[in-house]
Structure formats: structure tokens, C-alpha cells
């Protein structure tokens, strides 16, 4: 039966495929693929950690016997033979090693995703004892997944091949060859980016906001995204054929053939128009008017600058460094990537931009980006507003300073731009520059190379918006960040799809504090750009413009679409437009939004 699930749109196009489902576990489960010659030691896994987990079992049979019916249940003894019943059952084994030879899963991702398969065969059973019986197996795979964390294997550097078929496979149907589409109730930044590389042509989850981190690292895959779709990972089962509508945020699950064929004829008219973009890559970035744009790249890793280049961006706008502490121990600096890792990885960006401007931001952790992917809004009574951005850099200075160096270390090697995100008082302030100039100065002592960088902030508190004339006596450039910028001034949690339509980017308070900080930089002569989502919207394209941005910066799969609302664009004339949306009571109206 067909079924049409609503969410967020937050990565445009349309995607179709089979569906794969990342199962939640209590534990902590690694999801990645596998090499074809690795298939065989991580069925081994499997079969060390069941042999384990059955002599265990035996063991705790063993004592159950020997102790009398007041030490002990006698349910207790069944319920041990369930366990191990259950723990040889075919339907459980023969099923993980399906995933890991046909889909190559590692062994726990495999596990988890036949638990979900069995769990909802329980779910039918019209037998109440029965269906009880799934709280057991669920105990089972939680042993074994206890046992398989010590064998964890090394993840997989790129995505496997897909298996060709062989004689007996069917002709239709099985869906084998066909792209695959990831559900899930939730994926941390750090599992989209091991995902980044992957063979998934869309993603969708249960929860999540347009501007949670898991839609803005969508949108620089360039895929189908529906985010906030509620029950996703519950109404579609593993396999199910699946169509994402990135545009209109709707996931079809199940589709007739009438509505495969009409989304296979929006995926390639879709197709058609990236085609057109893409022969803008090479064109300048000049308004109608002479007004010359920059036209900047977001990325989350050193290996995107190659995107960055390719899509025809001038430089890197924005280098989210976080990402490279990503999946680290939060709570143990010493896990966290070096002065030489780091050093290596901002010098790659550098490199890759061959000659072109980078621009790094400090570690920008907490809220929805923990360290260790296993954060929760529940450690802290407000994420977004604790220890999070420079507060986190600044209250933990050791790590703060090597940092600094290495991005230091990096500008030797090219123009390279310092951007600090979540300022919002001049002590911190003083306390940044005090830590940058102590940075500068180990390096000097060590007679280690270092080059200049231009120093700038991220506006994305109200506090510092307000506050220009301070900031700009002591940054060389401004960026807005207008994601955070629109979620503090509105009080709004963006990940949160509970309220996610309360989020504006129209409203006048938050156009007011983009107008004025790109008004009050031009008066000073300082750089000002936006780096958040509102660059990459060709919705506002006109409107940023007629305000007097001429940097913009994006994720490299939106430069070609805002190059050509650029090309268009007649900047003087769009200033009295641009007042006009500032002034109205309704500015959406004035947008067309």
C-alpha cells in the first residue's frame, strides 16, 4: 500500500530507491560498509561474538541450576533457554550474514537491521506470549552487540562496489541494482559525514530542523533531503521502494507504477537544469549593473575544496573545522586530532583552493554538533545557549592554542582567513586575541613557519549585531551567520522540527540585524559576508544584494544556482526594492516566500 509521510524539504531534487534503515540500539552501533574481501572475517565476527555470548548463557545456566527455587525464579532457567534459542535461531543469523555478503554491512549494522526485520515479524504474531518474545531477542542482539564492540573492525575508506548479478537473480522486482535511500530517526553530523561517500542517492529522518547540521551536511552532498518526517523509521521497512521529494519534503513509501514514472520524469527534467548551471561554472559573477559578486564556498572537510573548485567558487567562505573533531572522546582531549593532524588538514584545504582565499572558523561544538556524536539535548537544560563555540575554545585554552597553530602553521602556505563563531562580549574578545598573539609567538620561538591571516568574527547573536562598532575595531571582516542569527533572535531551537515553522529568515527583526551589519561594514570599508543558509537561497539572492552584500558563501551545490539570479540581478535597482521589503510589516509578501 502506498504511503505519502510529510517532513521538511531541506536538499532539493528527487531521489528514488530502496529503502536502508539505521535502526536505534541502547549501545552505541557503528554503521559503515565493508570491503567484498572483508565479508568473510566480519561473518567471523559474528560467529565469535554468538559463540561468546551462547557460552555465557551456558554458564549462567549453570549457576541458575545449581541454586535453590527461594535463590532464584524458576522463570528464570526458561527464560535463559529462550535466550539461547533465540541466539541459534536462522532466522537471526542467516539474516545478518544476508546484509553483510548482499548489502556489505559491517556486522553490527547488519545485526541491528535484521533485529528490526525479525522484531516486526513478533509485532504480527497474533500470540501475546509470542510477541512478548521480541523484548528477548532484543536482549540477545544486545549481548552480541556488547561482545562485537571489542572486534570492531577499521571503517571502510570508501564505498564498496556493488555486487554484480549472477545467474538466478530475478529480472525485477528485487530492486538490486537500484539506488538506495537512508532512514533513520536521527543521524548525528558525524554519521552523515562517514555516510558523506557512500553509495545513498537521499536521506530521511525522523526529526530535525532545515537548518539542523544533518540538512546543511545534506545539502552539501547534493541529494534528495526530507527531514522532521516523524514516524519514517517505523513505516518503512527495510527494502521498501521509497521516493524522496527534496522539493515539496514528502516521502512516498511503496509508489505505483504511475507515480514511479511521473518522479522518474521530475528527476530528469531535474537532471536537465543542473546541466544548464553547470556551463555558468566558468562565467564571473557580475551583476547586470558591473557589480562584481563573490561567489564563496562552505565545507565541512579538506576534501571538499575539490567541490569548491569545480562549481567555480572563489575561495572558501567558510571551513567548518569541527568536523575534523567529530566522533573523537569529548571527554578526553587527548583523543582529539593534533597539531600535526590538524596542521595537514587545513594545509590540504589550502592546497586545493590552488591560491584562493580559505577561510577557517574555530571549533564550533555543542547544541546539535557534539564532539562524540552521542550528545543529547538532555545533558544540559539548554544546549544551544551553554557551553558551546568559542566559549568551549576559550574554556579549554591548551586545546584553543593548538588550534591556532596549526591554522597559523597553514597560512604559510597560502591566504588564509581566521573567522571566531559565537562572540558576543568584548572580553571575549580580548581573551581570543590574547590566545592568538601567545600562538604566534610559540611558533616564532620554535622558529616554525607561520603565515598572516586576517582576522574576522561570525555574527550570530543579537548582542553582537548590536554591538558592530566593537567588533569592527578589532576584526578585519564580518560573516553572518544567519542560521544562528534567526534561531537566537527568535528563540527558536533550530533542529527542533516541534517548532520549525515558527523559524523565519523573513522576519523583520532578523532582516533589520542583516541590513544593518552589512550597512555598517560598508561605512567602515570592512569585508562583510553571510555564511549561512540565507546565501545559499536563491530566495533572497536579490534582497542580499539590494542590502549591498557582494560575498556570499555556500555549499559548492548552490553556487551555480545563485550565480545565475547574480547574472540577472540589477543591483541599483534593487535598493529601493530592498528598503521596501526592510520597511514592510510582512516582508514574505515583498519575497514571494
Sequence with gaps: MTLSLHGLPVARGIAIGRAVLVVSSRLDVAHYFIQPWEVDAEIGRLRTARDAVSQELVRLQASVSQMTREETPHELAALLEVHQMLLQDEALTEGVKHWISERL????????????????????????????????????????????????????????????????????????????????HDLSPADMLQFKKSVFAGFVTDV???????????????????????????????????????????????????????????????????????????????????????????????????????????????????????????????????????????????????????????IDIGADKPLDGKGSKQEYLNPALGLRAIRWSLAEPAMFLVQLRAILRAAAHGPVQLLIPMLAHAREIRQTLALLEQARAELRGQGIPQGEVKLGAMIEIPAAALMLRVFLKHFDFLSIGTNDLIQYTLAIDRADEAVSHLYDPCHP?????????????????????????????????????????????????????????????????????????????????????
Excluded at 532545515?210 to 527494502?239: C, E, F, N, Y
Excluded at 570599508?525 to 544584494?545: I, N, P, W, Y
Excluded at 540581478?569 to 521596501?580: E, F, N, V
Design 509 to 593: 527583526a532578523v532582516l533589520r540585524l542583516v541590513a544593518d551589519t552589512i550597512a555598517e561594514c560598508r561605512r567602515q570599508g570592512k569585508g562583510v559576508s553571510v555564511c549561512g543558509e540565507m546565501a545559499g537561497d536563491v530566495q533572497f539572492t536579490r534582497l542580499l544584494l539590494g542590502l549591498g552584500l557582494r560575498s556570499f558563501s555556500m555549499h559548492p551545490s548552490q553556487i551555480l544556482a545563485v550565480k545565475q539570479e547574480v547574472l540577472r540581478a540589477d543591483s541599483g535597482k534593487l535598493a529601493p526594492w530592498a528598503q521596501q521589503v526592510l520597511d514592510s510589516d510582512d516582508p514574505a509578501e515583498l519575497l514571494g516566500a
Design 105 to 184: 554491512y559491517n556486522a553490527e549494522w547488519a545485526l541491528t537491521t535484521q533485529l528490526e526485520v525479525v522484531a516486526r515479524q513478533f509485532d504480527e504474531m497474533e500470540d501475546p506470549y509470542l510477541r512478548e518474545r521480541k523484548a528477548d531477542l532484543e536482549q540477545v542482539v544486545e549481548r552480541l552487540l556488547r561482545q562485537m564492540k571489542g572486534t570492531a573492525a577499521v571503517l571502510a575508506p570508501t564505498p564498496p562496489p556493488r555486487r554484480a548479478r549472477t545467474e538466478g537473480d530475478e529480472d525485477e522486482g528485487d530492486g538490486f541494482d537500484a539506488p538506495l535511500v537512508l532512514v533513520a
Design 208 to 362: 530535525g530542523g532545515k537548518t539542523s547540521h544533518t540538512a546543511i551536511v545534506a545539502r552539501s552532498m547534493d541529494i534528495p533531503a526530507v527531514v522532521g518526517a516523524r514516524s519514517a523509521s517505523q513505516l518503512v521497512r527495510q527494502d521498501d521502494w521509497v521516493i524522496i521529494d527534496g522539493e515539496a519534503g514528502v516521502v512516498i513509501v511503496d509508489p505505483s507504477p504511475i507515480i514511479l514514472a511521473e518522479y522518474g520524469f521530475k528527476q530528469r527534467q531535474g537532471e536537465l537544469e543542473r546541466e544548464r548551471l553547470w556551463r555558468l561554472r566558468h562565467k564571473p559573477a557580475i551583476t547586470l549593473d558591473g557589480e562584481p559578486v563573490e561567489l564563496l564556498a562552505n565545507i565541512e572537510m579538506p576534501e571538499d575544496s575539490e567541490a569548491a573548485v569545480k562549481a567555480g567558487a572563489v575561495g572558501v567562505g567558510l571551513f567548518r573545522s569541527e568536523f575534523l573533531f567529530m566522533g573523537r572522546e569529548a571527554r578526553s582531549l587527548t583523543r582529539l586530532p593534533d597539531e600535526e593532524e590538524q596542521y595537514a588538514a587545513y594545509r590540504r584545504a589550502v592546497d586545493g583552493m590552488r591560491g584562493m582565499p580559505v577561510t577557517i572558523r574555530t
